[in-house]
């Protein structure tokens, strides 16, 4: 454990760029990863020639950095790299080799693909058959996806939860994204549809799940000082990155984890504690990552909101029937773009682009007046928990 | 048992791999898999520390040891994990359509050490919990012996 942390607020994100996302994509994972990455260039006033590094999510069916970098007609890069598909691995990635000085203004591209795994519409395009695995899996599995719905199934057990907190989570972000025009699904949810729900697998049903989709976000990062430069001539603030880190415990077979009440979400926000100057009462908003919705739940107590098993009570307290969706102590709106269970299954880049948006002043519909900070939990309970911390600066 | 199923200790590694590829067989499981052959539930304990693990690892993960001995389990155990699957890839005998459940079970040789498969036809559905007692007990899939839990006794 490290209590160093030389990086705090010392690189910037300058360039968000998006294609918004679809049930019905019908463009190659290098044509959406193309879109976003031009468009997040721009977006930070540079181009091709500025851009020295690049970092391309390792997504399945996706292109790697070298193809993206030769498809944007990048001059030469000195940093490139392809990380695990979970949005923090990415830019930590990205701003590690921005303060290290292996780059200037990095790059990073992360596209979705929906794929026979997860879409029979998706199993039905030729252009993406090449994906299919030829081994099918097995029903008894608790690893990956369904390794969620198990533990949801434990945390129920072990708090004497019901299923009304995470009916919150689903219908906030249905709310939120009402709003987002990026989002893949908008249509209003209500308790009485939730609970309607198709169940998938119970305790989880099919609202309880993200939203597999088409698309991509990209990102440009570079140092602070060349952040604020950007930022002024642009006439908006500049975003940095206060504090951020991905964290594991050992033991993480999904269902040979000893217990919630130790996993990788702990880890995270204990070197969160380490680092950051700003904590959960400060903030002006909450990203918690709901990839499922447990995972959510799990975010609100381990960042410290409630304690574990309290997110029910929680939610319900911090709930603004009117508009149907969260408002902690009336105040920190959470997951504004309607999240992973509506706007789709970004991996949590979504989560990071909304910050972003807000805290620069380019939320359009959906700005937070004045908004300073921002907490992002991207990640579930096993192979990937993540958080940062964004700021103004 | 089938036929082919008589020689099964002679099973080739091709073999091996085609009869468990769905499960991500690998050199270090492949014992474990060879175990399930002879409907012996075979899980890696360490020779020199005594502790067990799973999923298979090559190295014991408590102690750094090498001599590993993949050893029969009681097959007693909790339900620790349940979900009920309401679809989900096709399998032979699994239906879908009344909800198929998954249990991981926390065996008795050990605190977390867990074995994930789903419960035996005829299972009391009052008793499909967390926390029910179950044991071990053997069916054949598509020809293949396959590992899932009856219940176990209370105590």
New interface residues.
């Given amino acids: 454990m490290t209590n160093r942390d030389p990086m705090k607020d010392q690189v910037a994100i300058v360039g968000l760029g998006s294609t918004g996302f679809t049930r019905n994509g019908d463009e190659s994972p290098l044509a959406m990863a193309l879109r976003a990455a031009t468009e997040a260039i721009t977006d930070a006033g540079l181009t091709a020639a500025d851009i020295d590094g690049v970092v391309a999510t390792s997504e399945p069916a996706a292109k790697g950095p070298e193809e993206i970098a030769a498809a944007l007609g990048i001059t030469e890069a000195t940093h490139h790299a392809k990380p695990s598909p979970v949005a923090m691995f990415s830019l930590l990635d990205a701003a590690r080799a921005v303060f290290s000085g292996a780059a200037d203004n990095v790059l990073i591209v992360t596209p979705v693909v929906m794929g026979p795994w997860n879409s029979r519409r998706a199993a039905a395009d030729p252009w993406r058959a090449g994906t299919r695995s030829s081994?099918?899996?097995?029903?008894?599995?608790?690893t990956k996806a369904?390794a969620y719905?198990?533990?949801?199934?434990?945390y129920i057990?072990e708090h004497g939860a019901t299923k009304d907190p995470f009916a919150r989570i689903a219908i906030n972000s249905r709310t939120n994204a009402a709003n987002n025009p990026l989002a893949a699904v908008t249509e209003p949810l209500s308790f009485g549809m939730y609970d309607a729900g198709?169940?998938?697998?119970?305790?989880?049903n099919i609202y309880d799940m993200d939203l597999p989709v088409d698309g991509a976000d990209a990102f440009v990062l570079t140092t602070a000082e060349r952040g604020r430069e950007i930022a002024s001539a642009q006439g908006r603030e500049a975003v940095l990155i206060h504090a951020a880190t991905t964290g594991i415990v050992?033991?993480n077979?999904e269902?040979?984890?000893?217990?919630l009440d130790r996993t990788g979400q702990h880890v995270v926000v204990e070197q969160l504690r380490r680092t950051s100057d700003i904590w959960i009462d400060d903030i002006d908003l909450f990203y918690p990552y709901e990839g499922f919705t447990i995972i959510t739940l799990a975010w609100f107590e381990n960042v410290g909101f409630c304690p574990p098993g309290g997110a029910e009570d929680f939610l319900r307290e911090h709930w603004n029937d009117d508009a149907q969706r969260l408002e902690i102590s009336g105040r920190v709106l959470v997951n504004t773009h309607g999240g992973s269970l509506s706007e789709g299954a970004t991996r949590g880049t979504g989560h990071i682009r909304e910050a972003v948006h807000q805290l620069r002043g380019t939320a359009g519909d959906r700005q937070v007046d004045g908004a300073q900070s921002a907490l992002v939990t991207p990640g579930g309970f096993f192979f990937n928990p993540q958080g940062a911390f964004l700021r103004r600066g | 048992m089938p036929a082919d199923f008589e020689d099964d200790s002679a099973t080739d590694d091709t073999a091996l791999i085609a009869r468990f590829g769905g499960h991500g067989i690998d050199r270090d499981s492949a014992a474990h898999f060879r175990g399930r052959l002879e409907r012996r539930l075979l899980i890696h304990r360490c020779d020199d520390c005594g502790r067990w693990h799973h999923p298979p690892r090559p190295m014991c993960p408590a102690c750094w040891s090498w001599n590993i001995t993949p050893t029969e389990v009681s097959g007693r155990g909790r339900i620790h994990l349940l979900m009920t699957l309401h679809q989900g890839p096709p399998a032979s005998g699994v239906d879908y359509a009344d909800g198929h459940p998954v249990v991981t079970v926390e065996l008795e040789e050990q605190p977390a050490l867990r074995f994930t498969s789903t419960v035996a036809d005829g299972f009391p559905t009052d008793r499909l919990e967390i926390g029910t007692p179950v044991t071990l007990e053997w069916v054949d899939r598509d020809g293949t012996p396959t590992p899932v839990f009856g219940l176990g006794e209370d105590g």
Wanted: charged share 30%.
């Fill in positions: 081994i099918l899996p097995i029903p008894e599995d608790a369904a719905a198990a533990w949801a199934g434990r057990h198709r169940m998938i697998r119970d305790p989880l050992g033991k077979d269902d040979q984890l000893v217990g």
